[in-house]
């Protein structure tokens, strides 16, 4: 069972930094800090996106519209790091 809940631990531990990846592309795409038209960035933010975006959007539609400052991935962020909290003292 702990082999399992390692696994789980390692997977989110993952998941924070593509989440946390995300968030930063889509802001150095907004303030055209990278050239969205590179190949490789644009291949990275695009797997980051699919990674993440099923998730997001599910959080997007509980949240009301903050005026346009998207509190998704800290929502997100938040839950992983309680999921993971639990998973760390035993209370599963």
């Not at 291949?43 to 990674?51: R, S």
Request: positive net charge; hydrophobic residues 55%.
């Amino acid at each position: 069972m702990t082999a399992v809940i390692n696994l789980i631990d390692l997977v989110l531990s993952l998941y924070t930094y593509v989440v946390i990846a995300s968030a930063v592309f889509s802001w150095l795409f907004t303030f055209n800090i990278v050239n969205p038209r590179n190949q490789i960035v644009a291949g990275i933010y695009e797997l980051c996106w699919k990674l993440t975006e099923p998730v997001l959007s599910r959080i997007r539609a509980f949240l009301p519209p903050m005026g346009g400052m998207d509190l998704s991935p800290i929502v997100l962020l938040l839950a992983i790091f309680f999921i993971r909290n639990l998973l760390r003292t035993g209370i599963y």
